[in-house]
């Protein structure tokens, strides 16, 4: 049966659309995502896997929202809010709660980097810290001036390294079957638990990736309208889905990888220690291969962290920083903490439990945003997006308070 040529253009029509969802996906790919999963798996086992799994379906609705505004309304979700928070002090204030999640961001991505090149080439962890910030710098300049398209298809080639180096353990390695299907029914066992729950909802459904996404869509479509803008849409769908199904995949392929084979061995509550564990269980090929995936991770990540960042300061603040400078004022931190000696693991799994306390403010917005006929007219949502969208971010809301009291209580 042949293919009629209005199929047949279609389709490359259709793929060409597709990118700029993989590239806010990376951000479920970063180091800080590891660090979580993999602390997970090895402290509890695969009590956590429906943590993963509901966290990567909740960021399938945020992501399409996000990129639903971008594309509808030509503007980002900082832009958006900039100009309609009318009082400076909140607008700052703001501001200042989104730096906070860009600068917790930004540590993730860069000790990621530092870690994974000390792992493959010795490197202190400074050095390898500044390495990580360089190259997102050139990525980001890639951006500037070669286009979206270009900075696209980079950060897809490293998603393809992140696959691989963090999914060729479970084939040597493979879990209990029986025991990731207990691990879908949600539970907590103890405040411990929780707490890595939280670091991996911060992981995943990560405030960056919804401010970074809708500026994506702006920048590859702009303001689309009419029945062109009903085809990016359907583009969009299919975007966000690939890209959250890689990420989902790799994401629980990781808690499983250490569940089954980290669990109760010393010293995998670290990178270090788990890339140690790996090697000794299965094999400095395998190990490789992690270092190379993690070292992958953090490149990518940390570039669109730092895309992210500089839409967050130019939307709400109404100005444009340096790129230099925009990439030092969240470099600093995570550079500190190494200077420091400050344990990386124990940083980046922290720092996600700040990208957890960041989601309602980015979360939120967006929900109200894309809900409001007279901005986004027909595309607005439907009540039952609005619902859903509005479950998801009571879940999330409710388990950081959770995790508030069980910490303040010593629970």
């Not at 989104?98 to 917790?104: Q, Y």
């Not at 000390?118 to 390898?128: D, Q, T």
Request: some cysteine.
């Amino acid at each position: 049966m042949s293919t009629s040529p209005q199929a047949r253009t279609r389709a490359p029509a259709l793929f060409s659309l597709l990118g700029p969802a993989m590239v806010a996906g990376v951000a479920y790919l970063d180091p800080g995502n590891v660090a979580s999963n993999m602390s997970a798996g090895a402290q509890y086992g695969y009590l956590l896997v429906w943590v993963v799994v509901a966290g990567n379906v909740m960021a399938w609705l945020i992501q399409y929202l996000s990129a639903k505004l971008g594309l509808t309304t030509g503007e980002s979700l900082p832009q958006a809010l900039g100009t309609r928070i009318r009082s400076r002090p909140a607008r700052y204030g703001y501001w200042l709660q989104a730096e906070l999640v860009a600068m917790a961001t930004d540590v993730a991505e860069v000790l990621g980097g530092a870690i994974a090149l000390n792992l493959l080439f010795g490197l202190p962890l400074v050095v390898g810290g500044v390495i990580t910030g360089v190259v997102s710098m050139l990525l980001l300049a890639l951006h500037s001036r070669r286009g979206s398209r270009a900075f696209e298809r980079v950060v897809i080639g490293f998603v393809a390294v992140i696959a691989v180096g963090f999914c060729a353990g479970i084939v040597l390695g493979p879990p209990d079957a029986t025991a990731v299907v207990g691990g879908l029914v949600p539970r907590f066992e103890d405040s411990g638990s929780v707490l890595l729950a939280a670091s991996i909802l911060g992981a995943t459904v990560m405030p960056h990736a919804i401010y970074a996404h809708s500026a994506l869509t702006r920048d590859r479509f702009g303001r689309v309208v009419g029945d062109e803008r009903r085809r990016v849409l359907r583009a969009t769908r299919i975007d966000v889905t690939v890209a959250l199904v890689i990420a989902g995949t790799v994401n629980v392929v990781i808690l499983l990888l250490a569940a089954a084979n980290l669990q109760g061995v010393d010293g995998t509550d670290s990178l270090e220690g788990a890339h140690a564990a790996i090697a000794v269980g299965l094999g400095p090929v395998v190990a490789t291969l992690f270092a190379i995936g993690l070292l992958a991770s953090g490149l990518a990540s940390t570039s669109v962290g730092a895309y992210a960042g500089a839409e967050i300061m130019q939307g709400l603040l109404r100005t444009r920083i340096p790129l230099l400078t925009r990439r030092i004022i969240t470099l600093v931190p995570a550079l500190a903490i190494l200077v420091l000696g400050v344990d990386p693991t124990l940083a980046l799994v922290l720092s996600q439990v700040v990208l957890s306390f960041g989601i309602p403010f980015a979360l939120v917005p967006l929900v109200v945003l894309t809900a409001r006929r007279a901005l986004l007219g027909d595309a607005a949502n439907r009540w039952y997006t609005t619902v859903a969208a509005s479950i998801a971010a009571g879940l999330l809301i409710v388990l950081n308070v959770t995790l508030l009291v069980l910490v303040a209580t010593g629970a």
